[in-house]
C-alpha cells in the first residue's frame, strides 16, 4: 500500500491532473445514469465543503467542529435573498461567501486565542447555536423545522442549470475553481505563513507574522468557501432545512478531512469518497451484486448449481444495504479510532503533515521551495 | 540618544522577581553583551523586549517610542528581531522556507495576490526566494537550502536561527546564547560572524555563558543576577568588578 501510493505521487503531477479532468469530463457519458451523477454533485459539494474546513484544520491547524454552521449561513442567505427578494442564484453566491465571511470573523476574534480542544469545543457550541437558530426561527425569516423551499435554479445567459447532467459539470465547474484556489493559497505568502503558525505560534509571532490575523483569514476564507458550497446546495435542491446542517455534518467535514489526509488536497477526495460515496455505494450494494453476478452467471452458469450461491449473496447483500443507515455512525467510529492507531497522518496525507505526525528523518521531496511549480 | 532604552524595567512570576528595576541603553552599532548567572534574568529581559511578556512596570523605548503594549510581530515590524536560547526553528520546513518566514514582515502580497496570481504577487515571490537565498548565503547555509531545518547538524540549526532573523531586516539583532552547544572552531566563526553583523550597522544585545565569545567581541557588557543590574562596562572593567566575580564565584568568605 505504502509503496504503491509514494509511486503514484511520485509520477508527474500534470500527467494526473489532466486524466483526471478527462475523467471527470467524460463521466457521466461512461456511466449514463442520473442516479449516479447525482451521487457525482453531492461527492463535488462534499469535496468543496472538505476543501474549506482544510484550510482552517488543515492550513491554520486550528480545530474547527462547527464547520456546518457556515455552509447553513450560505444556503440560508442565498435562499432568504432569492425565495423573497428574487435575487439570482448566481449574484447570491458572492453574497452568501461574504456573510458567512463576516460571521466567521465575528465568532473567532474572540476565541482565536483558545488552543486546540478549547477551541474546538467552542465551534461545536457556534455550529449547535446556528442550526438551533434556524430551527426556532426568531425573526421569521427562516422557516423553522421545514425550512426554506422554492429556491430558484441557477442561471445565466439564458442557460438553467436544471437537470444532473448540467448540475454535475455545474459543480465541476466550481470544484475546479477551487482546486486552484487551493493550490495557489497553499503556495503562496499567507498559505506560508499557515504553515509557520501551526509548526511553531511563538516562532512565527516573533520573526513578524500577526498570528492572530493570519488564523482569522484561515477561518473567514475557509468559511466564505463553505458559503459558496451552501448556495450551490440550496440551489440543487431547492429545499434546505436546519437538520441538513446539524452536528453530525460537521463531524463527517471534519472526517473527510483528517481520514482522508490533513492539508492533502488529494487526501480530501479520498475522505469524501470514503464519508459521502462509500455509504451511497453500499446502499445500493445489492443493485451492485446484481450486476457482478450477471456477468459472471456466463461462464459460471455452464457449471450449474449456481444458483443457491446467488441467493445466498443476494440475500447477504441486501441485508448489508439494509443496515447500513443503521451501522453508518458506529462503522464511521470505529474507523476513526483505527485510522488514529494506525495511520494518524490520513490515507493519502501531504508529506509535511506525516513529518509532523511521525517524525520521520526525510529529506524534503524536490519540487518543495523551487521557484515556480 | 540611545537606539534602545530600558528604564525600571520589571516583571515578576508569581513570588519570583525575574528583572528589578532594570536600566540600560543600548547605542547604535555596538555589540552589548549581557552575562550573569543561571537565572539571572537574562531570557525574560529579551522576552520582555521582543514583547512575548507584557512588563510588571518600567519602560522600553526604540528610538524614543515605547514599545510597551506592542505585539511581537509589531516590535519586528519596528526592527528588533531574535534568536531563541533553545532553538525554535520550524522543524519540518526547509532551510530555506525558515528564512522566508523571516521575509513575511517585509512583504505585503495578501489573499487576492494568492488568489489571482498577479504580477507584483510573483515578482513579490521570487524577491522572498532570491532575498532568502542571499541571507543563507551569508550564514554559509546555501548548500542546505532544502535541508529540513530539523535535520540539520546542531551548528547550522544555530547559524539558520541568525540567518531567519537577518532576513527581518532589523536595526537591533538578539542573541540568545549563540555559542551554547558550539564546538570551538564554530564558535570562532560565530564570533566573526557576529562582529560582520554589526559592521553591517546591525546593533546586537548578546546573551551569551562563553566568556571567551562575551569578553571578545563586546564593546560593553552588562551583567545581571537576581534580576539586578551589577555591573556595566566595558569587558575589562566588568572582569574586575569585585560584585561580579561575588556572583559568579560566591563571597570569599563563605
Redo the contacts between chains.
Sequence with gaps: MEAWLSYLRNLDKRIWYVLLLLFALAFPWFIQSNYWISVAVVFGIWAILGLSLNIIVGYAGLFQLGHAAFWAVGAYTTAILNTRYGIPILVCMPISAVIAAIFAILISRPILHLRGDYLCIVTIGFGEIVRLFLFNDPFGITGGINGIRGIDRPSFFGITINTPLSYYYYVLFFLLITLVAMQRLENSRLGRAWTYVREDETAAETMGIDTVRVKMLAFAIGAAWAGVAGNIYASRYTVIAPETFSFWNSVVMFCIVVLGGTGSIPGIFVGTIGMVVLPELLRELPLLTQAFLGLLRAPLGALGGFGAVEQKLMMISKSIADNIPMWRMLIFGAAMVAMMIFRPEGLWPHWRYRLELRREEEAAPASVGTAGH | MALLEVKELTKSFGGLVAVNGLDFQLHEGEILGMIGPNGAGKTTVFNLI?G?YPPDRGEIKLNGRSIIGL???QI??MGI??T?QTI???????A??NV???L????K???W???L?TKA?RE???F??EKARYYLKLMALEEH????AK?LPYGLQRRLEIA??LA?SPRILMLDEPAAGLNEQETSELMETISQIRDSGITVLLIEHDMKVVMGISDRIIVLDNGIKIAEGTPEEVQNNPRVIEAYLGKEEE
Design positions: 521582543s512575548i505585539k511581537p510581530h519586528t515590524e528581531a531574535r531563541f525554535r526553528l520550524f522543524p519540518n520546513l526547509t530555506l522556507e522566508m518566514a523571516g513575511h514582515c517585509r512583504t502580497a495578501g489573499l495576490g494568492a488568489l496570481r504577487q513579490e515571490e521570487k522572498i526566494r537550502e532544502m535541508v529540513l535535520n531567519r532573523a527581518t
